[in-house]
């Protein structure tokens, strides 16, 4: 099982940035694929995920009406696009996959982990 995530960079705020995250090695659309961010000194947050076997998404309150989680079965991949970004959203995002699909914002719900991306949003 392999994931990676992509799509980071510098943006100012009010800027956009698409992130992705390439998974491998497993039946794509059994999975929940989260999205997580950790920030320097603080905890892992759960920001954002997708199910496609339980047909739900979530978001973190902090993120709701700005990001947009989607799902590509066919290339599986999930995409996480960012608008509206601010400079609290500065952190590396990272993407899991959860194998019995029902996982949300728990970190400790999640099998696999990719390596992250950075984001940082300038003011």
């Known amino acids: 099982v392999q994931l990676q995530a992509y799509g980071g960079g510098l943006v100012q705020a009010g800027g956009s940035l698409r992130l992705s995250c390439a998974a491998s090695?497993?039946?794509?659309?059994?999975?929940?694929i989260g999205w997580f961010r950790q920030a320097p000194g603080k905890e892992r947050e759960g920001v954002s995920c997708?199910?496609?076997?339980?047909?739900?998404?979530y978001y973190a309150d902090s993120v709701k009406g700005r990001f947009t989680i989607s799902s590509d079965n066919a290339k599986n991949t999930v995409n996480l696009q960012m608008n509206s970004l601010k400079p609290e959203d500065t952190a590396v995002y990272l993407c899991?996959?959860?194998?019995?699909?029902?996982?949300?914002?728990?970190?400790?719900?999640?099998?696999?982990w990719g390596q992250g991306t950075q984001v940082t949003v300038s003011s």
């Open positions: 899991a996959a959860d194998r019995l699909g029902s996982a949300r914002e728990n970190p400790d719900e999640y099998d696999y």
């Open positions: 090695g497993f039946t794509f659309d059994d999975y929940a």
């Open positions: 997708i199910s496609s076997s339980h047909g739900s998404t």
